[in-house]
């Protein structure tokens, strides 16, 4: 059975950076690539990175795009999210995925989700 397990949620100033951690535990990873997603409050979860699991490839929305960078090393089974420059607008819960395909679809990003982590909280302060 596939476990994801988050860490580096915390809290941050505006301004300020944080990583996230996310290990894909359990069995052979078989996927598309993994994803981070993140909801606040009221609000429908997001995608905010995806990376193909065998070519690397990264995808963001906007909003993100320039601020964060998703990575994967293939040997720990892990993904890593590297959130610069936060916002306080970006507290929310974020959660790691496996994917199973991504589209862009104007300034967002779209994907399929096969398994979903516990979720870790970020809150940034102003």
Known sequence: QVQLVE???GLAQAGESLRLS???????FAGYGMGWF?????KERECVAVVDWDSGAKYYP????????ISRDRA?????????????EEKAVYFCA?????V????TVLAGVDFWGQGTQVTVSS
Do not use: I, W
């Open 76 to 88: 720990k089974d892990t993904a890593y999210l590297q959130m610069n420059n936060l916002k306080p």
């Open 22 to 28: 996310c290990l894909h535990a359990g069995r052979t």
């Open 7 to 9: 860490s580096g949620g």
């Open 62 to 69: 906007d909003s993100v795009k320039d601020r964060f960078t």
């Open 104 to 107: 862009y679809q104007g300034e």
């Open 38 to 42: 993140r909801q606040a409050p009221g």
């Open 98 to 102: 496996v994917v199973n395909g991504v």
